[in-house]
């Protein structure tokens, strides 16, 4: 799995933040002020324009104070009685079609997924929660944004503010009758998804009684018996019964299935196993050794612009080298559990289909013992796991044991990987080799995802909800759909502002399209290319920063890819996404009420 950015501990995230970044908490304090203090200018710009400087500046004092004591006499009462309002609109506005749209959906889905493939599992649960996702914030998305113009155009916004109701409990008040609705659909689809997709996956084999053989030993006596079981699905598995007739098929299509005896020459054949799982990894630190053996932090390129993995050439001394903290033998008991994802980058095709050996070695990171390598086949970006025995030897043959010899007493051990074919190479990123911690469960990490889902779908409602108080619904209907948009490309724009993209700002860029200069050379010193540089430098990419500060980060909030690659969400992720959320829907909230307030019918 893709992980471009380690994921922090929560109350590291929230107050400290990472090595390039401050933490979460700090970081909303310094973009609520600046929002605060540019709706203050706005503010009183718009309120001197009308009633002049010294009136403008009492006129938005009387704002800013009649604000916080409507906040502050905020009732929960009448809050949850507009909640109540806006759970009715919504039931009028037929939002259950979504419910329709959605199982028709899964009622032909599976004329287009196939059972017959690599990865089934994958296919079926990217696609149900990427179906669930567009459906949701599709509905949360119109929901929010036809809400306010819609009461404003009847004139029933009249008979709400009648009543001893504040602007800001309207808005509140929207979010969270809309949330819930959005809730119980998600509810609603998450469920079906699940179901739909542990019925699709399920399959029953039976033993092929032809194909079964005797398993002898060196006196000929049966110790066990060989065969495979029948096709379906597409399928079929091998295995190799013990001499009680018990057996754990092939790997085939991601699942294995449990053979145990049924009666005299009968055998029963489990459901599949290992297709839906909740993998829990434990992370090393990556670094590399070059083939003039060198120490380097990335390997060489390869020519791929997306420069999240590194590569090391084969048939050379290069090697990828994990460090492992916290190894104990409560990790595997009599192994170390292994997992290994290897992007292969050929300059030669070889022969078609036909894996490209390496090799994995251990070693202590004080003492420097080394095991004997152990031989593999990768194939390309498949997850392969590995049990490395306890009883291990030395590159000369001598016993070793792997908790006590190649275990630091810090609890440390480095795993090498190399590749052993010329002019073949091995990709890695740093979360491509981890010890594997026993699995999660599969059902509560799926419902992790919906919780990512729900996230993303609140702080649609209630940007939808805060740009409708000030315009019409189209209008706050493209507003919010341009949010979600920008939200995507959200660490574009980080990129851009700070320097990392290739290409310059939007100034250079444009230059550069014009004439057709390519992104890695250097533009020529002229006036006209000085002027676009500065304007970039110290006009655009400073807004682009500051509009990255503000946008949510949709392409990071979606976990989607957690469930569909058989990974567990970890807690901290869904606290992280919860947090920004609140936070989002605390400040919009806020916004919303000052801009309901600019209304006549609010004030």
């Given at each position: 799995?893709?992980?471009?950015q ?9 107050l ?43 006129v ?72 669930t ?51 119980a ?65 092939s ?13 005299e ?7 599949p ?29 390869v020519?791929n ?6 590569f ?6 290069a ?50 013992a080394t ?74 990490s ?31 209907l ?23 993209s ?11 399209i ?72 605390a ?17």
């Amino acid at each position: 799995m893709v992980l471009e950015q380690q994921l922090l501990p929560y109350f590291q995230w929230l107050l400290t933040g990472g090595d390039d970044q401050i933490g979460a908490l700090p970081t909303f304090a310094l973009v609520f002020l600046g929002l605060v203090m540019a709706g203050l200018a706005v503010g009183y710009a718009i309120a001197a324009a009308r009633h002049g400087l010294l009136r403008g500046g009492d006129v938005t004092y009387h704002t800013i104070v009649d604000g916080l004591r409507e906040i502050i006499d905020t009732s929960p009462r009448r809050i949850w009685a507009l909640a109540r309002l806006a759970i009715k609109e919504s039931l009028r506005r037929r939002v259950g079609v979504a419910l329709g749209v959605y199982f028709l959906i899964l009622l032909f889905a599976n004329w287009f997924l196939s059972t017959n493939h690599q990865d089934p599992a994958r296919l079926y649960l990217s696609f149900v929660l990427t179906a669930t996702t567009y459906l949701v914030i599709g509905v949360a998305v119109l929901l929010s944004a036809f809400s306010l113009p819609g009461d404003f155009k009847s004139k029933t916004i009249y008979t709400v503010v009648t009543k001893p109701v504040r602007a800001g409990e309207i808005i509140l008040g929207r979010i969270i009758g809309f949330t819930i609705v959005v809730t119980a659909l998600l509810a609603i689809m998450s469920l079906g998804s699940y179901v739909f997709v542990i019925r699709s996956l399920d399959h029953a084999h039976s033993v092929d009684a032809s194909t079964l053989e005797r398993i002898v030993d060196a006196n000929d006596s049966t110790i066990g018996q060989s065969g495979r079981t029948t096709t379906d699905a597409g399928h079929f598995h091998e295995f190799k019964l013990d001499a009680d007739g018990y057996a754990a098929t092939s790997t085939v299509n991601g699942h294995t299935h449990e053979i145990s005896p049924a009666g005299e020459n009968r055998f029963a054949v489990s459901g599949p196993h290992g297709f839906v799982r909740a993998r829990v990894p434990q992370y090393g630190k990556l670094r590399f050794i070059d083939r003039n053996g060198a120490d380097k932090d990335r390997g060489i390129s390869v020519g791929n612009e997306w420069t999240y993995r590194s590569f090391i050439d084969g048939n050379t001394p290069a090697t990828a080298i994990w460090t492992f903290d916290e190894v104990s033998p409560a990790m595997g008991q009599q192994y170390l559990p292994l997992a290994l994802i290897v992007r292969v980058f050929r300059t030669h095709k070889g022969v078609i289909g036909r894996p490209i050996a390496g090799q994995i070695q251990l070693r202590n990171p004080e003492t420097k013992a080394t095991s004997d390598p152990f031989p593999f086949d990768a194939m390309d970006q498949q997850v392969a796991e590995y049990n490395i025995n306890r009883e291990l030897t030395t590159n000369n043959g001598q016993p070793i044991d792997l908790y006590e010899d190649l275990v630091s007493k810090g609890g440390q051990v480095e795993v090498l990987v190399k590749c052993l074919e010329r002019g073949q190479y091995f990709g890695f990123a740093q979360p491509d080799c981890y010890v594997r911690l026993p699995d999660g469960s599969p059902a509560a990490s799926y419902a992790k995802v919906c919780v990512s889902i729900w996230v993303q779908a609140v702080v649609v409602i209630a940007v939808g909800v805060t740009i409708s108080t000030l315009v019409s619904g189209p209008v706050a209907l493209l507003f919010t759909a341009g949010f979600i948009i920008l939200g995507l490309w959200r660490q574009d724009f980080v990129d851009i502002a700070t320097g990392k993209s290739y290409g310059g700002g939007p100034a250079e860029s444009v230059y550069r399209i014009l004439t057709q200069a390519n992104v890695m050379v250097k533009l020529e010193e002229s006036v006209l290319t000085s002027l676009l540089v500065g304007f970039d430098r110290f006009f655009a990419k400073p807004i682009m920063w500051a509009v990255a500060q503000f946008l949510p980060d949709f392409s990071a909030y979606s976990t989607v890819e957690y469930a569909a690659e058989g990974y567990n969400v970890p807690w901290d992720r869904v606290f992280q996404d919860v947090t920004t959320c609140l936070a989002y829907v605390a400040g919009l909230a806020l916004m919303g009420y000052f801009l309901l307030r600019t209304r006549e019918v609010a004030r």
